[in-house]
């Protein structure tokens, strides 16, 4: 199967040097979901923000799955390939720096975010997973050279992930290089102002980024 573009929405910062949020949203939502959060993060961000190719049932996702938190693993593998060489082909179109991008992944969107980590240990300069899932079964050793942040919240009451296995992820990301800050919040599934709130002040701190307004 060849790589297709995804559809995609880009608003430059107009600054030079501007790192660039990488938005990427969870099932059943597109690229303009997360538009209204990514402005929380920052006003000299490029924006960047995808819409996966893959349907289910009429709903947009980054990866197919084979049942609720089974992964499809060769299509989630062939996605991120196409994903990562899709950012590196639109650095040169828009241009912005392929080494300043940072994901910012709801769920389905973390996953894909997840699988970069793992396949591009490189690719992100910082990464915020919301609601992450490990990508793979059998996670492979990776040894990220950037050390980059990673920003992880999970929600405790979460139905969709198993107990336990959010912390072996962590680990997994930490064991690999990263320099990770993991959260847990009291809630489910959905994100809240919490989520939001503790993401923005990590940013804040390893990204030093303009100070959003509201
Ligand atoms: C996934 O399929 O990536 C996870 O189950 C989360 C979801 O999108 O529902």
Redesign the pocket.
């Known amino acids: 199967m060849n790589y297709q573009d995804l559809k995609y929405i880009y608003k430059p910062s107009g600054k030079n040097g501007a790192y660039t949020l990488l938005l990427l949203h ?2 059943g939502g597109d690229e303009t979901d997360l538009l209204p959060l990514a402005e929380k993060f920052g006003s000299d961000l490029n924006v960047l923000s995808l819409r996966g190719n893959v349907l289910e049932s009429g709903m947009p ?1 980054f990866f197919k ?1 084979l049942g ?2 089974i ?1 499809d693993e060769q299509d989630l593998a062939f996605r991120t390939h196409e994903m990562v060489a899709f950012i590196r082909k639109l650095a040169t179109k828009e241009n912005f720096d392929a080494h300043k991008v940072i994901a910012l992944g709801y ?2 969107g973390a ?1 894909i975010a997840g699988s970069t980590l793992v396949m591009y240990p490189d690719f992100f300069a910082g990464a915020v997973l919301y609601r992450p ?1 490990q990508p793979f079964k059998k996670m492979p050793e990776v040894s990220s050279q950037s050390h980059a942040p990673v920003f992880m919240s999970n929600g405790s009451m979460d139905p ?1 992930i198993q107990p336990g296995a959010t912390e072996k992820y962590i680990e997994w990301v930490k064991q690999s290089g990263y320099d990770v800050e993991a959260y847990e919040v009291r809630t489910g599934h959905g994100l809240t102002q919490q989520d939001l709130q503790l993401s923005v002040q990590w940013f804040q701190k390893n990204f030093n980024t303009v100070k959003a307004a509201g």
């Open positions: 969870g099932t996702r799955r609720m938190g992964f769920s389905n996953n899932m969709t």
